[in-house]
């Protein structure tokens, strides 16, 4: 059974930064052949499921507009952990952040969804 387990999260003040980290354990077989896309999610009260970021099989990444220029996402596959550097962080970063492999938002809005997810770490910045 594949799990994916987040650390990281907590309160820091706005201008602050936090690295969550993702790693994988457990029915690795199912990634053996291709490496799954790795996502960041996130979703605040009364908001959507957003994708933050994402880095795919072949490398490539995307981010959010939101975040551009402050966030990093970046994967170690020998530890098979995927970090999200945030810095610069804003009171409108404050979310619960998922991380997902070939994970798609529940209805296309919410988190957690289908494919595998980790139990979510809330990120709280105070101004």
């Known amino acids: 059974e594949v799990q994916l387990v987040e650390s990281g999260g907590g309160s820091v003040q706005a201008g602050g930064s936090l690295r969550l980290s993702c790693t994988i354990s457990?029915?690795?077989?199912?990634?053996?052949?291709?490496?799954?896309?790795m996502g960041w999610y996130r979703q605040g009260p009364g908001n959507e499921c957003d994708l933050v970021a994402r880095?795919?099989?072949?490398?490539?990444?995307y981010y959010a507009d939101s975040v551009k220029g402050r966030f990093t996402i970046s994967k170690d596959n020998a530890r098979k952990t995927t970090y999200l550097q945030a810095s610069s962080l804003k009171p409108e970063d404050t979310a619960v952040y998922y991380c997902?492999?070939?994970?798609?938002?529940?209805?296309?809005?919410?988190?957690?969804?289908?494919?595998?997810w980790g139990q979510g770490t809330q990120v709280t910045v105070s101004s």
């Open positions: 880095i795919m099989t072949d490398g490539t990444i």
């Open positions: 997902g492999a070939n994970a798609l938002p529940r209805e296309g809005r919410w988190c957690p969804g289908i494919g595998y």
């Open positions: 457990g029915g690795t077989s199912e990634f053996m052949f291709e490496a799954p896309t």
